[in-house]
């Protein structure tokens, strides 16, 4: 299933890869099942992508991927009860920055599609957020981060747009203005 997709990205990877290769861009649902992100080590998805870039010299891996995190108390609408718990968590649509030697950094996409990621008018219709995740047919709104964010990898900066925050010129101005030499 999954790792099978993960071996024939890889493998295409593999084959354009020159001495010149310094990040490996990844399709956007190349993670397809979310992982704890907390407990990424946990992940047999991540660590398959943490070997592979292990033994690439000096490249890094860029890749679109679905996380949650944990939470002891709602302090968003967007935290979902965990069914039997006390505790909460909240989804996320990610772009991961996989890096030989760090930690793993992962970036919320902010500019969210409403209805099916963002739930609207949340904020004067509190009740709206909990309906659209009791009926099974929507998740209910995902998490974001918080303003434009850049990442550094090999040497340079960059600017990581998830999915359709790409029509949100203000952002990418934003995260040109922090400096990203180019746009991911």
Known sequence: GLLKQLDMFIAQADSLMTENTAVVLSPETVISI??????????????????????WDNVSLVSGAGTFKFFPKRTRPSMKPVEGQSNFYELYDDLLLITKGQAPQFVHKSELVIGTEKIPFVKYFPFLEDFAYHTGDLTGSIGVEEEPRVLNTQGFTFAPIICYESIYGWRTAEQV????????
Do not use: I, M, W
């Open 34 to 55: 979310p992982f704890y992100a907390d407990q990424y080590a946990n992940s047999n998805t991540f660590n398959h992508l943490q070997n592979k870039v292990n033994e």
């Open 177 to 184: 203005r922090k400096r990203a030499e180019a746009l991911f």
